[in-house]
């Protein structure tokens, strides 16, 4: 592409602001400021494990965060990387972020804007060690007016909305280049890092997930966990053309959110972090406000399709802060024959052919 017709994040975010008058500067601004935390946590990502040689490399590890999970190093950098950035700007009446177990607010004395940005800001960091790609995600919900009107701070209730009320969703990758994904509501954009001037370069106008695929995402260690419609798509998945789909598939799991989104962004697919009864307590492994509604605004902008399983994800109403719930996103038509499984009766299983019954391959 000749350098004349090359579009930066900003000039992308201008030409969006002329096409919708409503769209505000200053949400244009949040989103370059989620931009700038972005390219930090990427610089400091790409460093690894020569930041611990360098003796450059601040930030606890071994912390428990709210989730009931180790904080790695990076984890607390990526964190800290989101906070500086945002909360000086004056776009924001508050935030919220994974690592957090309450919203943090905006220092007093500091100009508070009309937005919420929630975040998960180093996703896939148990990944670091083996040099696989990571990401951050991020939201931008509007503060209630009653927020915005009497400047007070933020309370996790303010959080709760769903995923249809999300202005913008995007996320970054750090893998062989730095890309940032982005949707404001018209459609779905990828822009790559251009390191030789510090600026996202947009390079995937137009992001798609193909309607069809003949690939899946899932951690079948956890099989035995799976709930009947599950494990049926699953085993029809495993069957090939031999079975009822009458096509082969391949299997993926790449145990980061933002990795296995960027693939079925690209090439299509479909991913599954289903419901299950490993835990009865948790309904579901993933982040409903910072990781499912984000992603599944990004998946529904491009064509795709992003559901519990039983009901689109973005309509769930939230009900706490960080709250778990399960995803499948991916390809419009696998989705909705996953959905349509879970509505249907569990077909009897055959003892001539238990394939394609309700029980797994997986199972002994």
């Not at 769903?162 to 018209?186: K, R, S």
């Not at 390191?195 to 997930?209: A, K, N």
């Amino acid at each position: 592409m000749p350098f004349s017709r090359r579009v930066s994040l900003t000039q992308y975010l201008i030409e969006q602001r002329r096409r919708f008058p409503g769209a505000s500067g200053d949400f244009n601004a949040l989103i370059h400021d989620a931009a700038i935390a972005c390219k930090a946590i990427g610089r400091t990502v790409a460093f690894g494990a020569l930041r611990d040689l360098l003796g450059d490399h601040p930030g606890a590890q071994g912390a428990v965060n709210v989730q009931g999970e180790v904080q790695k190093k990076l984890d607390v950098l990526s964190n800290d990387c989101f906070m500086q950035v945002a909360q000086w700007s004056g776009h924001l009446a508050g935030m919220a972020s994974e690592e957090l177990e309450l919203p943090a607010q905006i220092p007093a004395g500091q100009p508070r804007g009309k937005y919420l940005l929630v975040f998960d800001p180093l996703d896939g960091s148990s990944n670091i060690d083996v040099n696989v790609s990571v990401g951050s995600i991020f939201s931008i919900l509007r503060a209630p007016a009653e927020v915005v009107a009497s400047g007070r701070e933020v309370t996790a209730e303010d959080f709760l909305q769903p995923g249809t009320a999300q202005l913008a969703a995007g996320y970054a990758i750090y893998g062989p280049t730095t890309m940032l994904v982005l949707t404001v509501g018209d459609g779905v954009a990828g822009f790559t890092l251009d390191p030789t001037l510090g600026e996202f370069m947009l390079t995937h106008p137009r992001l798609q997930v193909p309607a069809q695929t003949q690939e899946f995402a899932i951690n079948a260690s956890n099989s035995r966990f799976w709930e009947p419609p599950v494990r049926r798509y699953v085993d029809e998945c495993l069957a090939g053309r031999t079975g009822p789909r009458g096509k082969d598939f391949n299997m993926r799991w790449i145990a980061s959110l933002v990795a296995e989104a960027h693939r079925i962004l690209m090439r299509g697919g479909v991913f599954l972090y289903p419901r299950d009864s490993k835990d009865p307590a948790k309904p579901g492994r993933l982040r409903l406000l910072y990781e499912a509604n984000p992603i599944g605004m990004i998946m529904e902008q491009a064509g795709g399709r992003a559901s519990t399983g039983r009901d689109p994800m973005l309509a769930v109403q939230p009900s706490g802060l960080h709250q778990r719930i399960g995803l499948i996103f991916g390809s419009r038509e696998e989705v909705e024959r996953i959905e349509r499984y879970h509505h249907e009766p569990a077909p009897l299983v055959s003892d001539d052919n238990p394939l394609f019954g309700t029980r797994s391959l997986f199972r002994h």
